[in-house]
């Protein structure tokens, strides 16, 4: 049936000068007046930008199944270029699994949801692109009329669940029943696994979470994964529309992790114990004359560069030792989307910077002046990532005691307004 209609549709495709308006075959599912259209340009413009955001990593920049991240999934990535993929699938399937995700419709977890991140008609885009890896006239994809543009916003967490949050963490966050609820959520349940490592298990896409009781408070990662578009619009983990009773466990099955546990090193202890003027933090923090300047490198509420994460609500996000870390050994955990790369140039030049993104035409950087570069892969003879920081290194050196001290106060006051103590006493 399929080799018949491919058949079919090259014999149209040959006499189609001759008969511009002949509708050869019935494909897709779409009314009769789109038979003899075609895919329209700007759908597909608008699924292949999002196909390289949210999908190339696992199924690769050709729907090959190839992506970086694929080498860490037990289950590959459909290969969606696959001829028998395309002809065994319909539009309307294709759009299913992405919108409900591998378990939505019975297959891997560790393909995730993206219903509750994008838009109906941002689905049919994708669909509209991963045709276009096969015969895209094959199945010509239209927008559906009244289909729905808008994003769901998803619940935002509230004041009281954070409160109702941390009330029953108190009491049974570090029940063993809880971590393995957590656990089994986690690994077999959610797309987690699919995209975080543990212990060098698990995928890359997102940071490797095996310390996270030590980088980031609970009460945080239950609010993260509740709506992570409520904090990052642009992030890559989609919303997974995990309720609040499982955010609860993996929350706490999180905070469990604390990697090899490690004593606070005596030489931070006098950071941590002074007492820190936020205001004098925040003004050496701006100060483009002073000696460290970190919004060159860093934003707050759109105030800064954008050579280093935005630090909103780092305070809310960060435990104090975590912060106090960044600060004086910027290299010791590398933020991911941060890491540096080294690239080796054919005419033996070095050229370092944050890698952005990277296609088969070359890598995209960006250097420690926030200059962005692009390197086309002819040129390049060997990159490799490095463990280093953009961050420099010798805060330490630069600033006393009181004066780390005033910037890590600083940083602990940008907090998210539900999370702050007054916000919660009062309800
Ligand atoms: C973290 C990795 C990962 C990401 C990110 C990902 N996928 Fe997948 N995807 C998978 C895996 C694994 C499967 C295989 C599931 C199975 O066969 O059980 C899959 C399967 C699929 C399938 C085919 C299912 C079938 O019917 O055989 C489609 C279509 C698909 N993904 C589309 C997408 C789109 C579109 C995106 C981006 C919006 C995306 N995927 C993002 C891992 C991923
Ligand atoms: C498709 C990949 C993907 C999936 C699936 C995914 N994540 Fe993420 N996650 C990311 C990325 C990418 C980031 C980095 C966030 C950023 O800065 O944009 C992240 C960040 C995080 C963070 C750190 C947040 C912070 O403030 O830095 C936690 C905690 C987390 N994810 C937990 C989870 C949990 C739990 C699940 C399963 C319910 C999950 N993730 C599923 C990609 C994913
Ligand atoms: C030249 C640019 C630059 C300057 C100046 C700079 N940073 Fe950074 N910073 C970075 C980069 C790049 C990263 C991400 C890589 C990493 O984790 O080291 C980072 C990471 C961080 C993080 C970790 C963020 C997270 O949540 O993962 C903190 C906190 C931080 N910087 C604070 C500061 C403070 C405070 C200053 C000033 C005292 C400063 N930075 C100055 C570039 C800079």
């Not at 292949?48 to 729907?63: D, P, Q």
């Not at 759009?95 to 993206?114: D, E, N, Q, Y």
């Not at 993260?224 to 609040?244: C, F, L």
Request: glycine share 10%; proline share 5%.
């Amino acid at each position: 049936m399929f080799l018949r209609i491919l058949f079919l549709s090259t014999a149209y495709l040959l006499i189609a000068g001759s008969f511009p308006a002949l509708p050869v075959w019935a494909g897709g599912g779409n009314d009769l007046a789109d038979l003899n259209r075609k895919t329209p340009l700007s759908l597909l413009n608008q699924g292949k930008n999002l196909f390289v955001h949210y999908c190339a990593h696992c199924h690769g920049l050709s729907g090959d199944g190839d992506g970086f991240n694929a080498e860490y999934l037990d289950k590959e990535p459909a290969e969606l270029s696959d001829e028998k993929f395309q002809s065994k699938k319909t539009n309307h399937q294709i759009f299913r699994t992405i919108k409900k995700g591998g378990v939505g419709v019975r297959k891997s977890h560790l393909m995730p949801a993206f219903g509750n991140t994008l838009s109906e008609s941002e689905i049919w885009s994708l669909v509209a692109y991963i045709r276009s890896f096969g015969k895209e006239d094959l199945q010509p994809v239209f927008l559906p009329q009244g289909v729905n543009t808008e994003r769901p916003l998803g619940e935002l967490v509230s004041v009281v669940s954070i409160q109702s949050f941390k009330e029953w963490f108190r009491e049974e966050g570090e029940k063993e029943s809880t971590i393995q609820a957590g656990e089994k959520l986690f690994k077999k349940k959610k797309s987690c696994f699919a995209c975080h490592q543990l212990d060098e298990e698990g995928g890359r896409i997102g940071p490797d979470l095996s310390r996270s009781g030590i980088l980031y408070g609970p009460e945080w990662v239950y609010a993260w994964i509740t709506n992570p578009q409520a904090y990052k619009a642009e992030t890559r983990m989609p919303d997974m529309g995990v309720s609040s009773e499982e955010a609860r466990f993996i929350a706490a099955f999180l905070n469990g992790l604390q990697g090899e546990a490690e004593e606070t090193p005596e030489g931070e202890l006098p950071y941590l114990q002074a007492t820190g003027n936020p205001e004098n933090g925040k003004r050496l923090f701006f100060d483009p004359d002073g000696k460290v300047y970190c919004s060159k490198c860093h934003r707050v509420n759109g105030d800064g560069g954008t050579i280093g994460p935005a630090l909103d609500h780092a305070g809310t996000r960060r435990s104090p030792v975590f912060l106090l870390e960044s600060i004086l050994e910027p290299k010791a955990v590398i933020t991911s989307g941060y890491s540096t790369v080294l690239i080796l140039t054919k005419d033996r030049k070095f050229i370092t910077g944050i890698k952005k993104f990277e296609d088969d035409s070359g890598v995209g950087i960006v250097d420690k002046e926030g200059k962005q570069l692009f390197i086309r892969k002819e040129r390049i003879k060997k990159y490799k990532t490095q463990k280093i920081s953009m961050m420099p290194g010798n805060f330490k050196e630069l600033l006393d005691v009181q004066e780390v001290a005033d910037i890590l106060a600083y940083l602990k006051s940008l907090k998210l307004a539900e999370f702050s103590s007054e916000a919660t006493e009062e309800k």
